[in-house]
């Protein structure tokens, strides 16, 4: 059996998930287009398949566990090689994803890979998040990201683009309690509440989910401009 295929289906039931029909070979399909891309583009720095579906597929699934995200619209900010928004929609079929990311030359590739494995639906922007939020701010049920930005200013960058009663689901290691009590200002500020915190181990690495619902619509001043966030987090 495929390496990467092997391991995502062994993963899956320490999650206590299954997949649709299909699914897993559609996102091993994904996980080989992205190793050939990562050749000539920097993608991703997990190079071994079977690490691919353990530290990209199933660290994305996670998320699944959180929340239901069937029929309702998702923005993964900051997506990168897509994750985790690629895993989720292959996952759940019937989500809008919209992908955001600043680096044309990423989003040109996911624009031209999700349609050959029959992901004809998804939304890309390329821009910067602090500056897409203008047309788009509270149009969605969840916002989701794995960036390695600090967790004040994800919350910054993410919670405008939800709708009051949605959530945003922050990835991050095992420092994120430690995050989340420098992120309640910004929290409170933003309209946001904690909800949960939620702990992973995937391949004996860490990971958590910060679960931060949407209360109170975010107030327009938010987002500033990135260097005031980055100087200044809330």
């Given amino acids: 059996m495929d390496p990467m295929l092997e391991a995502l289906n062994a993963g899956l039931p320490d999650l206590g998930l ?3 029909a ?6 091993c399909a994904f996980g080989q287009a992205l190793l050939e891309k990562n050749q000539v583009m920097n993608l991703t720095a997990i190079t071994e398949p079977g690490q691919v579906a353990q530290l990209h597929f199933l660290d994305s699934l996670t998320l699944l566990t959180l929340a239901d995200f069937r029929h309702k619209q998702v923005i993964d900010v900051g997506c990168g090689g897509g994750f985790p928004g690629v895993p989720l929609k292959i996952a759940c079929p019937d989500m809008g994803l ?3 990311d600043s680096l044309g030359k990423r989003m040109t590739w996911l624009s031209q890979t999700l349609p050959a494995l029959g992901i004809d639906d998804a939304v890309y922007l390329t821009a910067r998040a ?3 939020v203008a047309s788009r701010r ?3 049920d969840f916002a989701v990201s794995r960036a390695v930005a ?3 200013i994800l919350c910054e960058l993410c919670l405008p683009y939800v709708k009051t009663g949605g959530a945003f689901l922050a990835m991050k290691g095992a420092a994120a309690r430690e995050e989340i009590q420098s992120a309640r200002n910004a929290m409170a500020l933003l309209g946001g509440q904690l909800e949960s915190l939620a702990a992973f181990s995937i391949a004996g690495v860490e990971h958590a989910v910060v679960v931060i619902r949407k209360v109170h619509p975010t107030p327009v001043r938010f987002p500033r401009r990135f260097g005031k966030i980055k100087q200044q987090p809330l």
Avoid: F, I
């Fill in 150 to 152: 600090y967790l004040p």
């Fill in 18 to 20: 299954s997949l649709p």
């Fill in 22 to 27: 299909g699914a897993a070979e559609t996102m």
């Fill in 98 to 100: 919209t992908l955001l």
């Fill in 138 to 140: 509270e149009q969605y």
């Fill in 130 to 132: 602090e500056e897409a």
